[in-house]
């Protein structure tokens, strides 16, 4: 009996605690208004008139509002695209978020056991991690991981290596931090499926405390339940959905195809029909095996059960990729407005800001005061590979909003702006 006790303890799976997370908030002085925004390409004389318009449409129907952020070098006349200036914006975005987060849980750099960094676009050499460690003096014998090239999902993805890490490494704090670099990928050449992302992808930057130990579990906000990858890259249509590539005289930028939101949503319904199964209720697992074999065996001609996650989840963190996305998840899955305002919000204040909009959004969550104790949280995210991925949490304490620090609380009030799902050039929030 000891033995057979021992041996459960010994090999049963540590739980993985979020103690805290930072979500970095950029100076005032890099606030791009929509003006701004169209000014400066205006000013460069790079683009035709025609892509130029092209840029004004694809701002207008953004749902992007008058406070996102672009880096110092893209919004000097002329632009400074540099190394140098690359650096000194991930520099920027990683060390505020990571000495917020550090002043927040009261963790010294010197107990960090295990970092991740992820920058799909930007990886430079020393590496990002590499940075961090430098900067922060972390010990010699940490574990560091630098994650690159997998896109607005790779938030996702650093939590579930770190999450592995600590199933092997006792008692250990896992730092994770998540950038995307602006500077060095902004796109001054004329091909429109490159000239999209210029209108998509904003400064924002993100960082993570985790803790496999025991007498964290009090302190910490979430316990992480589950993470589930999907990759739908062994198909050709999905890997090149989304591919960084040159135009013309060397001007490097992320195509996005025609086909991606089609890529998307097949993405999407592989993952969550994965992750059903281990959050759904068992009413609602038969009735999606019922539909299922009466279209598949009898050939039936019903629409497929569609889960109701509403019954699983009480907080949505959807990528904020951008206004169809969002349109297409609301549709598919039913949720309410009040389900995806986190979302919306996220992507009208700030933007795409890869992924680390999943923690802008939970950041939403908590300054409104929704999150409970009990409650669990779903984020989902996709990205190029063609990937998407999830992970639930699940609230180990109510957030107290008294001592609550993060960017959306010195405005909370002023949201949710009243959107149409459209935003146009001219409009303010109220």
């Not at 029909?273 to 697992?285: I, N, R, Y």
């Not at 497929?304 to 019954?311: D, E, Q, S, V």
């Not at 999150?371 to 669990?376: L, W």
Request: with cysteine.
């Amino acid at each position: 009996m000891v033995f057979l006790v021992t041996l459960y303890f010994m090999t049963r799976p540590r739980k993985v605690y979020l103690v805290d997370f930072a979500c970095y908030k950029p100076d005032p002085a890099w606030i791009c208004t929509r003006e701004t925004f169209m000014e400066r390409p205006e000013l460069t004389t790079t683009f035709t008139e025609e892509n130029l318009a092209f840029q004004r449409r694809i701002l207008k129907r953004s749902s992007l509002g008058q406070q996102t952020y672009l880096p110092d070098a893209v919004l000097r006349v002329p632009p400074n695209l540099c190394m140098a200036e690359a650096r000194a914006e991930a520099e920027a975005v990683m060390f505020v978020a990571v000495d917020q987060l550090l002043a927040k849980t009261g963790v010294r750099a010197k107990d960090i056991g295990i970092l991740v960094v992820n920058s799909s676009l930007f990886n430079p050499t020393p590496s990002l991690s590499s940075m961090i460690v430098n900067h922060y003096k972390l010990r010699g014998n940490v574990t560091s991981y630098n994650l690159g090239g997998m896109g607005c999902s790779a938030g996702v993805i650093s939590i579930d290596l770190a999450k592995q890490l600590l199933q092997v490494q006792s008692n250990s704090y896992a730092l994770v931090v998540r950038i995307e670099n602006i500077t060095l990928n902004w796109h001054f050449g004329n091909d429109r499926s490159m000239l999209i992302s210029n209108c998509l992808f904003w400064m924002g930057g993100a960082a993570i405390l985790h803790s496999n130990q025991s007498s964290d579990c009090r302190r910490s906000k979430y316990q992480l339940i589950h993470t589930v990858r999907t990759h739908k890259g062994s198909d050709d249509k999905s890997y090149g959905c989304v591919f960084q590539q040159e135009e013309g005289k060397k001007k490097i930028g992320v195509s996005l195809s025609k086909d991606l939101m089609a890529v998307a949503e097949e993405a999407v319904k592989t993952n969550i029909t994965t992750l059903g199964p281990l959050v759904l209720p068992m009413s609602e697992q038969l009735l999606f095996f019922t539909t299922s074999v009466a279209r598949k065996v009898f050939k039936m001609k019903i629409r497929l059960y569609i889960h109701n996650f509403k019954l699983a989840f009480e907080h949505f963190c959807i990528h904020a990729g951008g206004r169809d996305v969002l349109d297409e998840i609301e549709k598919n899955l039913e949720f309410t407005d009040w389900h995806m305002e986190p979302s919306r919000m996220t992507l009208y204040q700030f933007g795409n800001t890869s992924s680390s909009s999943l923690w802008y959004e939970l950041a939403y969550s908590e300054a409104k005061g929704r999150i409970r104790k009990g409650n669990r949280t779903w984020q989902i995210a996709f990205g190029s590979g063609f990937k998407c991925n999830s992970a639930v949490w699940l609230a180990l304490r109510t957030v107290d909003l008294v001592k609550e620090k993060n960017p959306w609380m010195d405005e909370i009030h002023e949201f949710p702006v009243h959107l149409s799902k459209a935003v146009s050039i001219g409009s303010t929030a109220k």
